[in-house]
């Protein structure tokens, strides 16, 4: 890859960072938290992909963040109070700024920025010709010589900031340049520099990748200590900076300077400092450092997705031949040894650390998901002609990356169909003794081992009367079919299904909810719907923490060995002959406890031959699903748990329902891993089928 084409996917990454961290200050703005380190937050991340945008040229995107800016400058200064008109528009100047840059990243036409740029010259009051004057970020960095614009101090000078800017070596590495920063101080007052190079070795030892050079500043005319803050904005965290206020340097000699006023000037001789300033200096060096480390951030690379997949498949491999080693240990009869045994137990204690931190890397907040519909509702809603109100919740709970990434579409539908078809119109809403505005509530939150996200909303609730008939309409049901609420609320869920009126860009052709319940039963979980009449709905979608491993009970039914995952069992149980009850014409119960769960036989849902056809003579587990409760599953005996690997069943094979997966025995044979949810509902639609054909008499 071009090297210039490597840093500008870098660029964009970044800009993905900086315009979520830019909508959560907006999003704080607009509920009142304007404070000035939300208004700092919002400025430097516009200001940061306009710096970056021009080193591209990336001209239209840097002429709208300039607008932008001055805006956002205004703000923080005091010029300008973040009233609600104020932050709307500042909202969606957001959105556009976020269209600049996917137009500048796939090469796309124009932004049609035209009427946000005259709304924000409004707030500024400045026009366009005066933004167009200004200079930008990268004027005179590009093959031009260094230079400070600095005006002659007056003397004495009445107030000044002594400066000690001592660059790391790492702010070398990334690109930065110390006279540009000198310029920018320049720009703000008059200015006296000193260069200090008490700390510049001898030639012959000179390392060229490391900073022996510092600048001692004196800044006169500047009465704001946060804009000489905010040009050393970027290398703090890669430099020692000391800002003091009224601290004059001994003045520099005015010959120095008379020659070339503009240019920044290295004397050709240093006198080497003296013994007390020495000792000042180390005195201060252990300060400044510990400092540094006191607010020194997380370090943070960037890593190819493909060389973790590759570590996490890896580690898999691992899991199953620590499986295949134990096996073989059974096997061999060593399991009484000690030495083996505690050996063994250390490997799979290592393995599951090794395994928990490779996990971590790949999972991610499912932030960067819910950051992105406030945009979304914010259109709706101008489209629809409603007042909603977004409410995140769990935005730092965390998922694998490959679930927050088929996450984006499912939810987009789900919060479209909550604002277009479950929120009244404001008329509507008062009538109904409801405040004007809507509400949506978006949240995560782990639960029994997987994650649990919800969408809901306090609207109108599933018309089912409605949904029966449409589903009669468009030919998905026949009149006579007698359906649960359950069921009737699943049929907005089928292909082509919709109750719009007419089709319109938000709604109307049936895709939206087929897909939401598409593309999450791939991931291996399952949703569900509640929902009252005239107080709302909630969709819940159940999913997988990781889509690579699980903790597992193996179970043997007949010749055949599954896995039932861990977070799913309540408790296993051995039941006795009297606790068993019929139901019905062929259902069981269980009595647990004095309380009665329906029990089904794995054996007969999945048609596995030689198992135990008496119930009481196997093992009975206690399973938790969403939206049915707890379920008795009947196998024949229990032989262990263990981590397994997760095999995806549909990619190699096709989806079954009932199976979510399959994985690697120890032993080398192959296990199906059970999907309780579906093997739940398969259970249920199995009794519905049997009396539906005792009532017609089959």
């Given at each position: ?86 932050v709307k528009i500042l909202l969606k100047a957001g959105d556009t700024l976020s269209d600049h840059v996917m137009a500048a990243r796939d090469g796309a036409g124009e932004v049609q920025d035209t009427d946000i740029k005259a709304e924000l010259y409004m707030l500024s009051g ?573």
């Amino acid at each position: 890859m071009d090297p210039m084409e490597a840093i500008k996917q870098t660029y964009f990454q970044e800009c993905d960072e900086l315009l979520l961290a830019m909508e959560e200050g907006l999003i704080a703005m607009e509920n009142g938290e304007a404070d000035g380190e939300v208004i700092n937050a919002v400025f430097r991340a516009v200001h940061s992909i306009k710096g970056g945008g021009g080193a591209f040229g990336f001209d239209l995107l840097v002429g709208f963040a300039h607008v932008f800016e001055t805006v956002l400058d205004h703000i923080r200064s005091g010029q300008l109070a973040p009233a609600a008109d104020v932050v709307k528009i500042l909202l969606k100047a957001g959105d556009t700024l976020s269209d600049h840059v996917m137009a500048a990243r796939d090469g796309a036409g124009e932004v049609q920025d035209t009427d946000i740029k005259a709304e924000l010259y409004m707030l500024s009051g400045a026009g366009p010709d005066a933004e167009e004057a200004a200079p930008t970020e990268m004027e005179g960095i590009a093959f031009t010589p260094i230079r400070l614009d600095i005006e002659e101090p007056p003397c004495p000078a009445p107030c000044s900031w002594r400066i000690r800017f001592a660059p790391h070596a790492e702010l070398y590495a990334k690109a930065n340049e110390p006279f540009l920063i000198l310029r920018e101080l320049g720009r703000l007052g008059a200015l006296e520099v000193r260069a200090d190079l008490t700390r510049m070795p001898d030639l012959s030892v000179l390392e060229p990748d490391q900073a022996y050079l510092a600048w001692d500043v004196v800044l006169t005319g500047c009465d704001d200590r946060r804009k000489i803050e905010d040009v050393f904005e970027f290398v703090t965290d890669d430099c020692d900076l000391e800002i003091r206020e009224d601290v004059p340097l001994p003045p520099l000699a005015c010959a120095s300077r008379t020659a070339a006023p503009e240019e920044l000037q290295v004397p050709e001789t240093v006198q080497p400092a003296s013994a007390a300033q020495s000792d000042a200096s180390s005195d201060k060096k252990p300060v400044l450092a510990a400092q540094a480390l006191e607010t020194a951030p997380k370090q943070i690379i960037r890593v190819d997705l493909d060389k973790v997949d590759r570590l996490v498949n890896l580690v898999g491999e691992l899991v199953i031949t620590q499986a295949m080693l134990t096996q073989r240990v059974v096997e061999c009869g060593q399991t009484h040894s000690a030495a083996v045994s505690a050996g063994l137990n250390e490997l799979e204690h290592l393995l599951r650390q090794l395994q928990e931190s490779v996990m971590a890397i790949r999972t991610q907040p499912v932030k960067s998901v819910f950051q992105r519909m406030p945009r979304l509702v914010r259109e709706l809603a101008a489209q629809t002609n409603k007042q909603v109100h977004l409410a995140l919740e769990g935005e730092a709970t965390e998922v694998d990356k490959t679930v927050i990434e088929r996450l984006g579409e499912p939810l987009t539908h789900m919060i479209r169909n909550a604002i277009d078809h479950g929120l009244e119109s404001p008329d509507e809403r008062i009538a109904a003794g409801k405040p004007a505005e809507g509400s949506v509530k978006l949240s995560a939150e782990h639960r029994g081992g997987r994650i649990v996200i919800e969408v809901a909303d306090d609207g109108r609730g599933i018309d089912r009367a409605r949904v029966r008939a449409k589903a009669m309409e468009r030919g998905l049901i026949s009149a006579s079919a007698s359906l649960s609420d359950d069921e009737v609320d699943n049929l907005i869920f089928l292909p082509g299904f919709s109750t719009a009126s007419q089709v319109s860009n938000i709604s109307g052709r049936g895709v939206g909810l087929d897909v939401v319940r598409r593309n999450i039963v791939e991931l291996g979980g399952r949703i569900v719907i509640s929902s009252t009449a005239g107080k709302g709905s909630r969709f819940s979608l159940t999913l997988p923490l990781t889509l690579a491993v699980l903790d597992g009970m193996v179970v043997a039914v007949g010749n055949e060995t599954y896995i039932l995952p861990l977070s799913h069992i309540v408790e296993s149980l051995r039941p006795k002959a009297s606790d068993i009850r019929p139901f019905g014409s062929s259902g069981r119960l269980l009595n647990v406890r004095g309380g009665y769960v329906p029990l089904y036989s794995v054996a007969d849902l999945l048609g596995v031959t030689g198992a135990q056809d008496d119930l009481a003579a196997g093992v009975v587990i206690l399973v938790e699903s969403e939206g049915v409760g707890r379920t008795a599953l009947a196998v024949d005996t229990i032989i262990g748990q263990r981590q397994v690997v997760i095999k995806s069943f549909e990619s190699n094979y096709r989806h079954i329902e009932g199976i979510a997966a399959a994985t690697i025995l120890g032993d080398g044979r192959v296990a199906l891993i059970l999907d309780i949810d579906g093997l739940v509902a398969r259970c249920r639609e199995n009794g519905r089928s049997r009396e539906y054909l005792q009532a017609i008499g089959a």
